[in-house]
């Protein structure tokens, strides 16, 4: 696995609840800097924290969830990169609903970056809680990310960890 390209991943998503749930945006991001951002069709219910929190925020043109399935294997090519995201467990399930576990671009094993956090002595509540001030810890200025936008998290994820990389 250690041969593999990461790529950082986030998702937004209509609902917690992955029975009822559907990714709305992705973002993707390659160690390279290299990136894809996708904001998909849909037209379901969602969350009232969503409908506040991340519908305003989408503004992009829509594609729908083949075409975005088409761009993201293009984007990650077929070594079947790993995909590292900081709540890997609804960010990867929503991947997996969109191309199914069998037809995942990505390696079946995704790196979930809370626990990189913790196991570095970090409290990965902090990075969500009080995100500005602990990345502010690393030299890295959080204003230019828009949080709860894919690429903008994606991105930031990155930054977070070439910093935390560099010091180990």
Same mark, same amino acid.
């Given at each position: 696995?250690?041969d593999k390209e990461i790529i950082f $991943?986030?998702?937004?998503? &209509? &609902?917690?609840?992955?029975?009822?749930?559907?990714? !709305? %945006?992705?973002?993707?991001?390659?160690?390279?800097?290299?990136?894809?951002?996708?904001? $998909?069709?849909? *037209?379901?219910?969602? +969350?009232? =924290? @969503?409908?506040?929190?991340?519908?305003?925020? !989408?503004?992009?043109?829509?594609? &729908?969830?083949?075409?975005?399935?088409?761009?993201?294997? +293009?984007?990650?090519?077929?070594?079947? %990169?790993? #995909?590292?995201?900081? @709540?890997?467990?609804?960010?990867?399930?929503y991947i997996y609903k969109l191309f199914?576990? +069998?037809?995942?671009?990505?390696? =079946?094993?995704?790196? +979930?970056?809370? %626990?990189? !956090?913790?196991?570095?002595?970090?409290?990965?509540?902090?990075?969500?809680?009080?995100?500005?001030?602990?990345?502010?810890?690393?030299?890295?200025?959080?204003?230019?990310?828009?949080?709860?936008?894919?690429?903008? *998290? #994606?991105? !930031? /994820?990155?930054?977070?960890? /070439?910093?935390?990389?560099?010091?180990?």
């Amino acid at each position: 696995m250690k041969d593999k390209e990461i790529i950082f $991943l986030d998702t937004e998503f &209509s &609902s917690l609840d992955p029975y009822k749930g559907e990714i !709305l %945006s992705i973002g993707l991001v390659k160690e390279s800097g290299e990136e894809l951002y996708l904001e $998909l069709t849909y *037209d379901g219910e969602v +969350d009232p =924290w @969503v409908k506040e929190n991340i519908i305003p925020n !989408l503004k992009n043109k829509k594609v &729908s969830r083949d075409e975005a399935k088409q761009k993201i294997r +293009d984007f990650v090519g077929k070594n079947k %990169s790993v #995909a590292m995201a900081y @709540v890997n467990q609804f960010d990867i399930l929503y991947i997996y609903k969109l191309f199914t576990i +069998d037809d995942c671009p990505f390696f =079946w094993m995704p790196l +979930d970056f809370a %626990s990189i !956090l913790y196991g570095l002595g970090y409290d990965p509540l902090e990075y969500h809680e009080r995100q500005k001030d602990m990345v502010k810890k690393f030299g890295i200025d959080s204003e230019k990310y828009q949080r709860h936008n894919a690429l903008d *998290d #994606a991105r !930031l /994820l990155r930054e977070v960890y /070439l910093k935390l990389k560099r010091k180990i």
